[in-house]
């Protein structure tokens, strides 16, 4: 073989091994990014959980953890309660802290999540979400909703600019 052949081969393979590189550190980037935004998913749904016997300090305590999950304003579409509104953090702690003292028992837990990236910074997802537990008089609840939500990231991770609940579910 050649002096000349030998150095294009090298340089071949190495062009080769450094495309396989970059593909599949792009390829990890990705799913990184889905696991993180996935992750903001898991914190909403310990943001609503609320367990038998919670204390109001407690309930209150949660409720402003809504600046780590939610962006300012955030739009809330409910569709079968008819409710269509871009809501401050201020307005979402309060509606979080009044909301948990109608409740005994509560719990949310999401299946199903597809994650999209349409640009950089920003996630649309859908998921199915299933609500349950007790009202303060008893009363259990049980309602699925397919839902559609935006996030956007910031310098402190992902935050949920969009929630909209398309349809309820049925058994």
């Not at 509606?95 to 999540?113: H, P």
Request: proline residues 3%; hydrophobic residues 40%; glycine residues 6%.
């Amino acid at each position: 073989m050649k002096p000349s052949a030998d150095r294009n081969n090298k340089r071949l393979i190495a062009g080769a091994v450094l495309a396989v590189l970059v593909l599949s550190s792009a390829y990890c980037f990705a799913h990184i990014e889905e696991w993180r935004v996935k992750g903001r998913f898991k914190a909403l749904a310990e943001w609503v959980d609320k367990e038998p016997g919670e204390q109001p300090m407690e309930s209150l305590l949660k409720a402003a953890a809504a600046r780590k999950i939610f962006a300012d304003p955030c739009e809330f579409e409910l569709e079968s309660y008819k409710v269509s509104a871009k809501v401050s953090l201020q307005e979402i702690i309060g509606y979080a802290a009044k909301g948990r003292e109608l409740f005994s028992e509560l719990t949310l837990k999401f299946y199903d999540v597809t994650v999209v990236f349409p640009e950089k910074g920003d996630a649309e997802v859908t998921a199915t979400a299933r609500l349950t537990g007790k009202k303060a008089g008893g009363e259990a609840i049980n309602e699925t909703h397919e839902i559609e939500c935006s996030l956007s990231k910031t310098g402190d991770g992902w935050r949920f600019t969009k929630i909209k609940a398309v349809e309820v579910l049925k058994k």
